[in-house]
């Protein structure tokens, strides 16, 4: 799709994604948060599962689901936060920026 600036007609235009990225960097952190309360669980499931293989193994599967927690958390806050933020930078922001004329505007998609 074509964007043009609606001032000069330039299709120059840059997008900001000033929403995305803040929602990304905010889902991160607010995911791994989640994700460490999730950790603690991780850690006594895999310290469960650990027990099989005797007390390393429950020290290895209580880390091992610890980290998977954690991580598994702040991926999935992050790509929450990002569609999140998307949906602010098109519906909320200026998104679009004109290198044209340095004019911002919102444009939203499937006009
Ligand atoms: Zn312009």
Do not use: W
């Not at 044209?100 to 505007?105: A, I, K, P, Q």
């Amino acid at each position: 799709m074509k964007i043009e600036c609606p001032c000069c007609q330039s299709d120059l235009i840059d997008t900001k994604n000033y929403g995305k990225k803040t929602g990304g960097a905010v889902g991160a952190v607010a995911g791994a948060a989640a994700g460490a309360a999730g950790a603690s669980t991780g850690a006594e499931i895999g310290a469960t599962a650990g027990m099989i293989a005797g007390p390393v193994g429950i020290a290895i599967g209580g880390i091992t689901g610890a980290i998977l927690g954690g991580l598994l958390g702040g991926a999935a806050g992050c790509a929450t936060g990002s569609a999140v933020g998307e949906v602010i930078d098109e519906n909320i922001l200026d998104n679009y920026y004109c290198r044209t004329c340095g004019h911002s505007f919102s444009c939203k998609r499937n006009q």
